[in-house]
């Protein structure tokens, strides 16, 4: 299939079987809106809502967008805007997952932080703030019609073209804006309308279940947090107000019945997917096949059940759903490492590092020499080894210039003549390892050494006694700079 552009990509998501977590004689499906581009359903809201408004012309060429999210409308919203080129602000609360933020901004978007406490509305108010005193365009995911009718026009559309002339006995969805909620459930209505509607939401927050009204104002915008808001798992479900496209789908009573689900149970049913399935998904997912399980129970023999899986599991990492899976081995993992002899971390079995034989060209060394007699504070590197980026970033953060003679770089390649400094190097130290540093001509060491010279205190003294300046900062924590994956190592 031939694309003109990544936004032909959004929608026709797949809707596909589970196999080994359904109950013995209910079909559940899965629609796996993780297959839209940017990796979650709200890829379609986004691409509705821009085109929306470009038709309408509330949206200019080259305007800026700026959206309170909680991250997968902002993520979509950056791709769209990115592929359409508008600059695009997002407010979102501290508590959403980092991932979140460090992708959206890699996509090229501004992300502004607002406090956890504030909620939803808070970050909501901030994007109103910035829309109105800097003149940007407002998506406005909770109350643009333009967000469930997308839903009615292609996600609804998908699936009960995917079942044709068989029976769907329930559709089973969480709701952040409702806009899954009531573009799907008005098309059932319309053309489905045995299927039964079933709106899960968190135990601890469930607003619709509480039965307690949203205060709202003339407009039926929300004017305060819902009492029955508490914090909650499943991120993009249920914000602290029960929005106007909600509130629609109640009041057309599109919900047959509501279903209470527990976090610890959402994100079993994420491990469940990943784990029985091969199905990577995030938690709001995992609580609507948790709601979809107890929707089985009771479904009739053969029965064909719709889950809504909203978003991918890349973007939860850092949260409690990874919260058990570590970065070391296991005990299990340990034992299978210590079965065979060889490529393990008790000490003696692993194997030491092959050295080339050292022979040195007298120019090499001579090189090797005036570098280290001439520049202050020089490192022997290799372009991109991360023990290297260790001392550049350390280097960079006291504010000290070096020179890095990166010997595996294009520039060194000409003649062999990195390896050659490499072998000058390792007769006149007599190391073999990569980085080396000098500070005055003075042989430091490697990474560790440096390092610990930093936190000891003796490179400093090394930088005084030549007349090298750097920054004094006592917060520096030059470990940090060391590759994540040796953090563990250190951090004891
Ligand atoms: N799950 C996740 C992960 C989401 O980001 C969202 C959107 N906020 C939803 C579920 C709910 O979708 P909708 O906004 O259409 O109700």
Redesign the pocket.
Known sequence: MKYQNILETVGNTPMVKLNRVAPPGVNLWCKLESHNPMG???DR?ALAIIEDAERRGTLQPGQTVVEAT????GIGLAMVCAAKGYPLVVTMAESFSIERRKLLRFLGARVVLTPASEKGTGMKKKAEELAEKHGYFMPL?FENPA?PDV?YRTTAREILDDFGDTPIHAWVS????????QGVSRAMREESPATRIVVAEPDNAALLGSGVPQAVDENGIPTSSHPHFRPHL????TPDFISRITQHAIDADFIDELLPVNGADAMAASRQLAQQEGIFV?V??GATLAAALEVAKQAPEGANIVVML??TGERYLSTPLFGEISEEMNEEELALSTSTPGYRFDSETVAAPTVAPVSSSADATAFVEKVVTEEPVVMFALEWCEFCWTLRKLFDALDVPFRSVDIDSVEYQDDNWGVKVRQALHQRIDIPTIPQVFVGGQHLGGCTEVIKAYHDGSLLKYFDACGIHYRRDDSINAWSFMPQWLHSRYSA
């Open positions: 979650s359903v709200k809201i909680s991250g997968n409308t995911q967000n839903h969480g709701f952040g804006t409702g806009g899954t909620l499943m991120q993009g479900w995030g709001s997912a909203p978003d």
